[in-house]
């Protein structure tokens, strides 16, 4: 697929690199010649120097000619307008980052007009990701599938945990047949593998399970994990990430506390957010953390802009004792580092973004089954993939144990209705279905048929 991306930053390099890595055709558009240099050298891809909103610019990128363009810059506006300029020229789809909430109604009544297939908002996007993780502060991961009625979550096999030691086909004598869950990828000093019935579980595994959305608490539960409560959340850094996330925990009647460094935006944020206390101050000093009641609250979420001074408050968080610590970097290549130091829960802005767009232009190039969601799980190091199955093929209707699947994908669930199926040998797909695939990252899956040996 011919792609243009428009903005080189943070998020349209990491946007350039996967799209890039999955065999398409990309050119980029920056105004800045000195990182559109690094863009063309690091990743070999076609450059144009300029502003991504003239016509001229976009001409010569050729997007008369391409399916889709990505406006990823710093402003909305540009955004905004690089997408109406593309559709006038012909581009097929154009998406856009659009991150200042006051223009979430407004788009809503305008996208056609805008000519937007897609808008992305990773501010709100991040703040919908840590809610949900605080809702259960024992998973390091938590994502969504099927509207809701599947949950991706991960965990750490922590002394104590009934799992250890076990084999996964002897998990049912823990009582572990009784709950819809499949455990189909497990962490291992930094090994991803796509488990089979024989492999044994130990202490310090992080494993991903797929599960009926109704069965998480049940799951806890029954792993003796307390689910405790978060009633209080200490949030340090009073960006949009940090203000989107107050209303929706105050809205949840979670006690939340900001602590923001510029004067100005902590008047802006009391204004906006009545019921939460915002402190002006280094949220940096121990001493003011301390004074704030660090050591009682619940959880301590990180979202300053700097993802050096996230990580330190994070591991002085968890040195002191709160039992869940959020950490927002977009630097990702160094979460293994600071695993055994404090930090087991990251969110990364630009990855939720770029994943978000990879799930759509994949979507775009899907024949036998639309993806519906995609995401990148274990650090970006396992994908896990829903489908929509719309066609005909020879796989339907074939029990499972008829089908050999290639190595290293797991077909984790079927979802047929409201009805959420963790497949056996004598299960099988419909026609309608929805579908979901775990794979290991360097096997990027785009067709339901690809995970079969032989159709």
Known sequence: MNI????????????????????????????????????????????????????????????????????????????????????????????????????????????NELGLSLRINPEKSSAREIFRLLQFPSFLKRDSFAKGRVELVELKLKPGNILIGNRLMDIHKLGMDKLNM???AVDRDEQITIPKGNFELLEGDKITVAADATE??????????????????????????????????????????????????????????????????????QELLLAEGLKSTGALVTLTGMDEENLIISMFGSYVGVEKTITKINRTEYTAVFADKGIDTIVSPKMLTANEIVSYVRSLDTTEGAIVT????????????????????????????????????????????????????????????????????????YDLREIFEEI
């Open 4 to 111: 243009v991306i428009v903005g080189d930053g943070k998020v349209g390099y990491t946007l350039t690199k996967m799209l890039s890595q999955e065999g398409h055709d990309i050119v980029v558009i920056d105004s800045n010649a000195h990182v559109l240099k690094e863009s063309q050298d690091m990743l070999d891809v076609a450059v144009v120097h300029g502003n991504g909103a003239c016509v001229e610019v976009q001409l010569e990128a050729q997007v008369p000619e391409s399916e889709l363009l990505i406006a990823a810059t710093s402003s909305d506006e540009v955004n905004l307008l690089c997408c109406l300029v593309a559709r006038k020229l012909g581009c097929k789809h154009t998406v856009a980052r659009v991150r200042n909430p006051d223009y979430d109604a407004q788009l809503s009544l305008l996208e």
């Open 182 to 184: 499949l455990i189909c």
């Open 216 to 285: 998480l608490a049940r799951l806890l539960r029954h792993l003796n994990v307390r689910k405790q409560e978060v009633q209080s959340v200490m949030i340090v850094g009073g960006g949009r990430i940090a203000e989107y996330l107050a209303a929706m925990l105050t809205r949840a009647r979670v006690q939340v506390t900001i602590i923001e460094q510029n004067r100005e935006r902590c008047e802006q944020l009391t204004e906006s957010l009545p019921g939460v206390m915002v402190i002006h101050g280094d949220g940096t000093s």
């Open 374 to 445: 995609l995401y990148r799980i274990i650090d970006g190091r396992a994908e896990a993939v829903e489908f929509s199955v719309l066609t005909d093929a020879p796989y339907l209707n074939t029990p499972l144990m008829e089908l050999k699947l290639k190595p290293g994908i797991l077909l984790a669930c079927f979802i047929r209705g409201r009805k959420v199926i963790i497949p056996k040998g004598s299960d099988y797909m419909q026609k309608g279905d929805s579908v979901i695939v775990v794979t290991t990252a360097d096997q990027p899956i």
